[in-house]
């Protein structure tokens, strides 16, 4: 396995390009491309992409794991590009800089939570994207997820309680008290259902392949298979694993073994089924 930095495309990234040993390396593989997650540094949560990265080098795969503008060592664009438009752009300013020093010409892209989203929409942009992998992706609550959410709640006298004291206003607390101490929220805002359902039908009609690992603190996610009962189409089609115990940065070690287990057999199991298509 060998690592190497590398700088690219007009806003000078920044990124690490693990690639397998000569002689391990899978002819006509695709690369892959791991996406910033929020503001977090190449390396991932807890160094998730790192150890992601040796894993698929050691099965014949080369990954490129970098920073978009502003993130890490990258540098600041001078332009006044949208968020999304710069996950898209830059995105593909990596793989034409791949296809162009490497010859590679196919690429499987994805991350977390953020660089889900980002891998979603450049997938839907670029076809060289044969392969689309997203941690706590984009989902919808279904009457199945209100059923496991609100039932145990109607049932339970303490839940009632807890839910008319935080209706209450609290003794001794002023106007001036609550515009002081307002505390700050940031949610994640998904698409409409009908924009993600039409995506996901793209590039199921692309045939790009697809692996969704779900944990157990995506608030709108709390069964195995809500994602196909929400979208179909996916069904027989995508790769679906829900860890409740999961935390969404994937922090427990097991928890990580886990995602590299199912995710590098995703990938060598998509891979070897391209490869014999190809063949004949």
């Not at 014949?60 to 664009?77: L, T």
């Not at 593909?92 to 979603?120: N, Q, T």
């Not at 994640?188 to 039908?201: A, H, I, Y």
Request: glycine content about 8%; some cysteine; proline content about 5%.
């Amino acid at each position: 396995m060998r690592e190497r930095a590398l700088s690219f495309g007009p806003a000078n990234l920044v990124g690490i390009l693990t690639e397998p040993d000569p002689g391990a390396a899978l002819p006509g593989a695709p690369a892959w491309i791991t996406l910033n997650s929020g503001i977090l540094h190449r390396a991932g949560a807890s160094r998730m992409y790192v150890r992601i990265a040796r894993a698929l080098a050691e099965l014949g795969f080369a990954s490129f794991r970098f920073d978009f503008s502003g993130i890490g060592d990258s540098e600041v664009r001078k332009d006044s590009i949208s968020i999304e438009e710069r996950f898209i752009l830059e995105t593909r300013e990596a793989m034409d800089y791949l296809a162009s020093a490497r010859g590679v010409d196919s690429f499987v892209v994805g991350g977390l939570c953020s660089g889900a989203d980002g891998a979603f929409w450049t997938a839907l942009e670029d076809s060289r994207v044969v392969g689309v992998w997203q941690i706590d992706a984009f989902c919808y609550r279904t009457v199945s997820y209100r059923v496991r959410r609100y039932a145990p709640k109607l049932l339970n006298p303490v839940a009632w309680v807890h839910s008319i004291r935080t209706r209450l206003p609290e003794v001794g607390t002023t106007e001036r008290d609550e515009e002081q101490f307002v505390k700050p929220e940031y949610r994640r805002v998904f698409p409409p259902r009908e924009v993600v359902g039409q995506g996901l039908s793209t590039l199921k009609e692309r045939d790009v392949e697809m692996f969704f690992f779900f944990t157990g603190e995506l608030e709108d996610y709390n069964y195995a298979e809500q994602h196909t009962d929400t979208f179909p189409q996916l069904e027989g089609h995508a790769e679906i694993v829900h860890i409740p115990a999961c935390s969404h940065t994937v922090t427990d070690l097991e928890h990580q073994d886990r995602l590299l287990r199912d995710l590098t057999g995703w990938a060598r199991r998509f891979t070897h089924e391209r490869a014999a298509v190809a063949a004949g």
